[in-house]
């Protein structure tokens, strides 16, 4: 395990389920830590009763320890061949428990800026794992499908969904602009803008999207952010509190977009 960048601006974690997919999400948070400057970490939790089942104390043992080593060579030939390949060290936490729990206290303990991790699916992490880091943590967190493959993060084509920006979130979007001359896409639904939200944008070149507000309103927003090629989608949670018509509106974008999500806290 390599030792931790301290002259990074930004600690970047990465849970991993080790399936197919991991190595593009690793790539994900790989080139977007070289876009901004930061370490990154995977993290890996494997359930303890998945492996013990109905075993003895002493077999449940030997049963961990041949995972535990089984895992680590896994890790470690996926993060070494990264590393080679991008030129970056990085470092990685391997746990057994509840995998809900081990992820809470992960993130508690350990405070990365920015967590990565792939699109919800059935299997390991399932449907619940992503809803609990965005629901049960404060944490800003980039949610990328199997498909969305960044070679970089620079220059890319950014579009933010409604208001409520943090500066925590909001600084992370500024380092991804920082060099770009596109516009940022803002979009949002009809109604629910406030006058001061429209006097407040810290970028200086903007393009606005403003959809009716209705019941498939936000269908529409999000088939918008496919047509205009937008490459990243920010979505300040915030905006589970300011649209009535939605449970969870940062949750439903992230259902319903082809694009990768970033969820600013």
Not at 73 to 78: E, G, I, P, V
Not at 132 to 158: A, P, Q, R, S, Y
Not at 174 to 186: I, T
Not at 256 to 262: L, M, Q, W
Request: charged letters at 25%; glycine letters at 6%; a positive charge.
């Amino acid at each position: 395990m390599n030792p931790k960048n301290t002259s990074s601006k930004y600690r970047i974690s990465v849970l991993l389920d080790l399936s197919k997919s991991s190595e593009l999400v690793l790539t994900n948070a790989v080139q977007l830590a070289k876009t901004l400057n930061g370490s990154v970490e995977v993290f890996h939790v494997k359930p303890a009763a998945d492996i013990v089942k109905r075993e003895s104390q002493l077999s449940a043992i030997r049963t961990i320890y041949k995972d535990n080593r089984d895992t680590r060579s896994k890790m470690q030939d996926l993060i070494q061949s990264m590393e080679k390949e991008e030129g970056i060290s990085l470092s990685y936490k391997l746990e057994y428990g509840n995998v809900k729990n081990r992820v809470r206290d992960y993130l508690s303990q350990q405070k990365p800026d920015i967590l990565v991790l792939g699109k919800r699916r059935p299997g390991f992490f399932g449907e619940s794992i992503t809803d609990f880091v965005i629901n049960e943590t404060n944490i800003n967190v980039l949610i990328t499908g199997k498909d969305d493959k960044f070679h970089t993060f620079t220059d890319i084509n950014l579009g933010v969904f409604g208001s409520g920006l943090r500066e925590n979130g909001l600084d992370i979007i500024k380092d991804l602009k920082r060099d770009s001359e596109k516009p940022v896409r803002l979009f949002n639904i009809k109604g629910k803008i406030t006058q001061g939200e429209h006097e407040v944008s810290p970028w200086h070149k903007t393009v606005s999207y403003v959809f009716s507000e209705g019941s498939n309103a936000l269908d529409g927003l999000v088939s918008y952010v496919s047509h205009t090629n937008t490459q990243l989608l920010c979505v300040p949670k915030s905006q589970s509190k300011t649209l009535a018509f939605q449970s969870n509106p940062a949750k439903q974008v992230m259902r319903k977009a082809n694009v990768p999500i970033f969820i600013m806290a």
